[in-house]
């Protein structure tokens, strides 16, 4: 099931460099939040300490608390393992394994996660995650055919698949349209709105029309200048955001007028 998450007072560095600072940020279960604002501001950064994949980073570490369903991700005796396979995530660039089939792909997660699984099994895991991912229909004659031979809207909901096969509770999504057509992105959002039935989603994304079609909230994330770390200025229900906005620099980004 679907988890809310509860940021707070994080404070995101890499080194000695504060990249975000001060958030504080709740994330409704079976909901969209989106995530907006210019390049810099840290929201992939946010984005990636929420399923601990920012420590990965030598020298990054996070100060603050993100807890899921009250349980701090960043307490002392929770494994960062288990988070990230709690806590799924979707690149901007799709990235399946190139050599891999397209089933393998799906199982990729799960085989990480050294989780036996039986043939038969692992077939109809491979079935159901392509149909949550709104791609069965277009491959499921060539299952044994390498993930690279897809288009590029196909290779992300095949990124998209190999993420819920784990089944996750939470979808984190880096801009997981930016390198697609205007079909296939039409794809990834409808997926998306099915989606939010079953996980908590977080998006970024640069594409405002795509922040107010697919989110029930939307986070404006901006930064004072160079070098300075990036804030959450307000987060509100997106119709709110996009049509009176409480701060001023939200205004300024989303009508365009943000130099
Ligand atoms: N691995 C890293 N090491 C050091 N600094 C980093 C690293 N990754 C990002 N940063 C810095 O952290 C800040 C936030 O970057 P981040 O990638 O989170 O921004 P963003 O909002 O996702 O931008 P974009 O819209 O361009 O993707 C930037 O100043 C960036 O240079
Ligand atoms: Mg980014």
């Known amino acids: 099931m679907a988890q809310r998450i509860d940021a707070k007072d994080l404070n995101i560095y890499y080194g000695s460099f504060l990249a975000v600072s001060d958030v504080t940020m709740s994330i409704d279960p079976q909901s969209v939040t989106a995530l907006i604002g210019p390049s810099g501001c840290g929201k992939s950064t946010f984005l990636r300490s929420l399923n601990?994949?920012?420590?990965?980073?030598?020298?990054?570490?996070?100060?603050?608390?993100?807890?899921?369903?009250?349980?701090?991700?960043?307490?002392?005796?929770?494994?960062?393992?288990?988070?990230?396979?709690?806590v799924g995530m979707v690149f901007q660039r799709p990235n399946p394994f190139p050599t891999m089939s397209i089933a393998e792909n799906v199982l990729a997660g799960v085989r990480l996660n050294n989780k036996r699984i039986s043939k038969?099994?692992?077939?109809?895991?491979?079935?159901?995650?392509?149909?949550?991912?709104n791609l069965w229909n277009e491959v499921k004659d060539r299952l044994a055919k390498p993930?690279?031979?897809?288009?590029?809207?196909?290779?992300?909901?095949?990124?998209?698949?190999?993420?819920?096969?784990?089944?996750?509770q939470v979808l984190l999504m880096d801009e997981p349209c930016s390198a697609l057509d205007p079909i296939s992105t039409l794809a990834i959002e409808d997926l998306i709105a099915q989606l939010k039935s079953e996980y908590t989603i977080v998006i970024v994304t640069h594409?405002?029309?795509?922040?107010?079609?697919?989110?029930?909230?939307?986070?404006?994330?901006?930064?004072?200048?160079?070098?300075?770390?990036?804030r959450l200025v307000e987060i509100d229900a997106t119709s709110t955001i996009f049509s009176s906005p409480t701060q001023q620099a939200t205004e300024d980004y989303i009508s365009g007028r943000f130099g």
């Open 52 to 86: 601990r994949m920012h420590e990965v980073i030598p020298g990054a570490r996070v100060e603050g608390t993100v807890a899921m369903d009250g349980v701090d991700l960043y307490g002392a005796d929770v494994d960062p393992v288990a988070v990230r396979r709690q």
């Open 120 to 133: 038969g099994d692992a077939q109809d895991l491979v079935e159901q995650s392509l149909r949550h991912a």
């Open 207 to 230: 594409n405002m029309q795509q922040a107010a079609r697919v989110s029930d909230r939307t986070g404006f994330f901006n930064l004072a200048g160079v070098g300075q770390p990036g």
């Open 147 to 168: 993930g690279s031979g897809l288009s590029g809207g196909q290779q992300q909901r095949l990124c998209i698949a190999r993420a819920i096969a784990v089944k996750p």
